[in-house]
């Protein structure tokens, strides 16, 4: 190792101390490894039914890996601050396109919240008593008062998570990490030590138990239904649909930039936010590989698809299937595990993940209306700092109580409230946006000084600037989702909709802009001094 | 009138420019430039066998090969607020043994850009009408005081109550102990006698502006990272840090405006009964000036914008 070359004198300066494991928990929580298997498993393949489970993960891992990581990480590691890509896009696109995209990203946290916080409910302790031989728990848990009343607790417990600072925050995430991993592992290990042959004797056993359909009576009528909506359930996979059950996986594999707004405290952020980012990827793709594999084994290809299509397409509703809980993955180890404390640890594991996604709609949100407030394109409020808590108290109330209503619609509008996918409007802004603001980093003559300060300046493949391959790379992930999002059949009827809900909100953003830019001006405030070039010479 | 508020430039070139050139831009009438205005780093461009120069910077081992490249890293380095030097690799070994050497090295340059900054300032704002005032911070030696008072153009308000507009400022550079142990910082016992003397010189407390480089302890400009016995921050904790004195004097008097800076990440504004305390915050080495606009009318304070130029 060659000798550093640099002398320090006395002089105040902070050495940052959030770990490279601190950086990792943060995104690979926001991959939210459980619920997000069920999502890539569920919803990908009940759309996508000749989608291949493995060859999606490794391709989603290496897109991802290259993408997400040299998109996030560079321009995480290049400007170290905790406030989102708003920075980023701010600085290297425009201050309009920076707040239009934050706007949407505003959103996208409060929307997750409204869909999240029930989904912790239901499917979480739905779930979780269904296991546990509660079905009049879990029924009344299902109910849109109750749905409503658990979710606001939820959104409740996670507001204080974050509000009192986030020392309580990083202790907590620690430890849902931690028992999070084990529930989802306890989910492999069943699925890894069960063969094909005692997957299917039990299947039956718990069959003939409830009064359901056999394996065998499972797959035909599944098969049937399907048929019946035009669809096929093919007995090998293809890559069109291994293409389209991405769409579903970038649930796992596309979060990991969450680690942004933690990126100023962050220590030696040139390596830890991009390895951050590469690790938050891969773990969950280790995972998803390990599950796919050990799946296709016990489960069977045909089945799995089958399976999917009843619990996402039909919401677990097929003629003679009985079974105390949807036939979705962690339904399945279940039917191959009848230990309560196993079959507790595997709903845990969702529960928590689930939970967790919320909590970090409180680290981002309150986040982003700051940096708002800092440019003046928003109240004064907003740069309220608690002085106990040395957190923005009224922007975290004001993320519960948009969450509340959001929860309440949700509650109420459920299969409205989700066709505004979340993720379609992320792939467009926050990860588009962001992506060509990486592409075009280094090309860019106002933020060239950020260029020529950042550690991977000299990061050249063919003399071709690497964050602006990252870029690329993304941009090409990012369409392939797209496309696939905009053809997914389940959601056609709602992809118009959702894009006229995007173009909206952005609208709404530019709005919001002009309003505080006019606001500002009528008071002798020029907002464009928040962020307008100066000159440098 | 107008005030542009910088703090915690830390040598940074590009932020001076900018400094300079942001009167104009922003449209302002008084400029003020709090410290710390002196940089924490010395990079030693150590010559190569064979051509050529290696360094250590932003903390990746950095080699360059032709004259072109070395100005280029020169003025990468003078813009984040670092000092170089031209070394063999027999002196980069001779300055790394001695301590006192590398010390009298880095005065030396600290006080040689503050010279070339004093002369940009005076070459650019000869004939303007723009009022600056310059002073130190904690992280300064006191040899900048008197680099300042060469100035033609800009005034070195430390330790001084000057007219801004129709308003008083007092000025104040020392700070509560910090673990870095730097030049001008005192516990709050003995700063609180030394504001005291400054404020009391002061004829209109009421609408007078306390320029103090330390904020006010417990409030929401001060909060700083908790750090560990090994000056590494302990990440997940913020904690005060601020002066009690400067605490008690703002409480006590209640000014018109308190101007701070001194922790980097605490930019913000907050109301202290009826002062406003404002803390523009520092990206300097990112060359990014961050910096505040104050709108003051009547005698009091109409409006503020935080800026990142």
Not at chain 1, 341 to 355: H, R, T
């Amino acid at each position: 190792m060659a000798e550093e070359k640099v002398f320090a004198r006395k002089a105040s300066g902070l050495v940052r101390g959030l770990s490279l494991l601190d950086a990792f928990g943060v995104g690979f929580m926001n991959q939210g490894l459980t619920p997000s298997m069920w999502v890539m498993i569920s919803l990908g393949l009940s759309v996508y039914t000749g989608g291949n489970l493995i060859i999606a993960t490794i391709l989603s891992a290496v897109m991802c890996g290259i993408g997400f990581s040299l998109v996030w990480g560079i321009l995480g590691g290049s400007m170290p601050r905790s406030g989102g890509e708003y920075i980023y896009n701010s600085r290297i696109l425009s201050p309009l396109i920076g707040i239009a995209e934050s706007f949407g990203n505003a959103f996208v946290w409060i929307m997750w919240i409204y869909v999240l916080a029930p989904w912790t409910v239901d499917p979480g302790l739905v779930m979780l008593f269904q296991f546990l031989g509660m079905p009049q728990v879990a029924d009344f848990l299902s109910q849109p008062l109750a749905l409503f009343l658990i979710a606001s607790l939820v959104n409740l417990i996670a507001l204080f998570f974050l509000v009192f600072g986030i020392k309580v925050f990083a202790q907590a995430q620690k430890i849902v990490m931690a028992l999070g991993i084990l529930g989802a592992l306890v989910i492999l290990l069943v699925f890894t030590f069960t063969s094909r042959e005692a997957f299917v004797q039990a299947w039956n056993d718990l069959a003939a138990e409830y009064g359901s359909l056999s394996y065998d009576q499972f797959l035909a009528a599944a098969q049937a239904e399907m048929e019946a909506a035009g669809k096929t359930l093919p007995v090998t996979w293809n890559w069109f649909d291994t293409l389209g059950v991405m769409v579903a996986g970038s649930w796992l594999f596309a979060y990991s930039y969450c680690i942004t707004f933690i990126a100023g405290e962050v220590k030696r952020p040139e390596k830890s936010i991009i390895l951050g980012n590469l690790f938050a990827i891969l773990v969950p793709a280790f995972f998803m590989l390990w599950l796919s594999i050990v799946l296709y084994r016990t489960v069977g290809f045909q089945f799995l698809s089958a399976t999917a299509f009843v619990d996402e397409a039909l919401g677990g509703e097929l003629a003679g299937y009985t079974l105390p809980w949807a036939p979705h993955f962690v339904g399945l180890a279940a039917v191959a595990t009848r230990s309560p404390i196993l079959l507790f640890l595997m709903a845990l594991s969702f529960i928590l993940f689930n939970f967790w996604w919320v909590a970090l709609s409180y680290l981002a949100f309150p986040r982003i209306l700051f940096a708002w407030g800092m440019d003046r394109i928003g109240p004064k409020w907003f740069t309220d700092i608690n002085p106990r808590w040395a957190t923005p108290v009224k922007n975290h109330i004001l993320c519960f109580v948009l969450g509340e209503i959001g929860i309440a619609l949700y509650a109420v509008w459920q299969e409205q409230m989700s066709g505004l996918s979340v993720t379609g409007l992320e792939i467009v802004s926050v990860f588009g946006v962001t992506a060509l603001a990486a592409t075009i980093f280094p090309f860019v003559k106002k933020a060239r000084h950020i260029w020529e300060a950042s550690p991977y300046s000299h990061w050249k493949i063919a003399g071709i600037p690497v964050v602006t391959i990252g870029g690329i790379v993304n941009l090409i992930y990012l369409a392939i989702l797209f496309y696939f999002f905009i053809i997914m059949p389940g959601l056609e009827e709602l992809t118009i909709g959702s894009l006229i809900f995007y173009v909206l909100i952005w609208g709404l953003g530019i709005a919001w802009y002009y309003f505080w830019v006019a606001r500002n001006k009528r008071i002798g405030i020029d907002v464009s001094m928040a962020y307008g070039e100066l000159p440098p010479e | 009138m107008r005030i542009f508020f910088v703090t915690d430039i830390h040598g940074s070139n590009i932020c001076y420019r900018k400094f300079l050139n942001a009167l104009k831009v922003y449209n302002v009438d008084v400029g003020i430039l709090l410290g710390d205005l002196t940089g924490k780093m010395l990079i030693p461009l150590v010559e190569k066998a064979g051509g050529g120069w290696e360094t250590t910077f932003m903390g990746r081992n950095v080699t360059v090969d032709t004259r072109e490249e070395l100005e280029k890293l020169k003025k990468t380095i003078e813009n984040v607020g670092y000092y170089w030097t031209h070394l063999t690799p027999e002196q980069f070994a001779e300055l790394k043994a001695d301590q006192a050497a590398r010390e009298a090295l880095f005065k030396m340059l600290m006080l040689d850009r503050l010279r070339e900054w004093i002369a940009l300032a005076d070459e650019r704002l000869a004939g303007t009408s723009y009022r600056v005032y310059m002073a130190p911070g904690n992280d300064d030696h006191f040899e900048v005081d008197e680099v300042i008072e060469g100035s033609e153009v800009i005034v070195n308000c430390n330790d001084r109550v000057v007219m801004v507009g129709e308003h008083e400022m007092a000025t104040f550079a020392w700070t509560n102990p910090t673990p870095w142990e730097t030049p001008r910082e005192k516990p709050d016992e003995e700063l609180e006698p030394m504001l005291e003397s400054l404020i009391s010189r002061i004829r209109d407390v009421s609408t007078s502006i306390f320029n103090f480089h330390a904020p006010p302890y417990g409030y929401a400009l001060d909060l700083a990272p908790e750090l560990t016995k090994d000056l590494v921050q302990a990440a997940d904790r913020r904690v005060h840090v601020g002066s009690r004195a400067v605490a008690k004097m703002i409480e006590k008097y209640q000014p018109l405006l308190g101007l701070h800076g001194h922790i980097h990440e605490s930019r913000g504004v907050q109301k202290i009964r009826r002062t406003t305390i404002i803390n523009p915050g520092s990206e300097y080495s990112e060359g990014i000036l961050k910096g505040v606009v104050i709108i003051l009318q009547k005698g009091k304070l109409k409006d503020y914008i935080f800026t990142s130029g």
